[in-house]
């Protein structure tokens, strides 16, 4: 899943994303992931595997998740990095 900033997408050639995997933990660092988002089975995004992407990796959508999920992932993302001000508490 890609995490970059919307804007980023014109300009960079290498992008933020999280890494989306059927081994479900059931932890924080997750965020759950389905048929909902586009996706053939549940999964996760698991936040503590951020990596930076080339442009030319990308190939095809293969889903989205709405704007309302956005919450989720980023307070994922600040228990990955022990970020406590993007953790709601």
């Known amino acids: 899943m890609l995490v970059s900033r919307d804007s980023a ?5 290498k992008f933020v994303a999280v890494e989306i995997t059927t081994t479900v933990r059931g932890i924080a660092e997750d965020v ?3 048929r909902a988002e586009g996706l053939a089975k549940r999964c996760v995004a698991n ?3 951020l ?4 442009r030319a990796n990308l190939v095809r959508r293969a889903g989205a998740i ?3 999920r956005w919450v989720k992932v980023k307070r994922a ?3 990955a ?3 406590t001000e ?4």
Do not use: E, K
Request: one cysteine or more; charged letters at 15%.
């Open 32 to 34: 759950a992931l389905g």
């Open 81 to 83: 990095l022990a970020w």
């Open 66 to 68: 709405s704007p309302g």
């Open 9 to 13: 997408y014109q300009y960079l050639n």
């Open 77 to 79: 993302v600040g228990h």
């Open 86 to 89: 993007l953790i709601d508490r």
């Open 51 to 54: 990596r930076t992407i080339p």
């Open 47 to 49: 936040c503590d595997n």
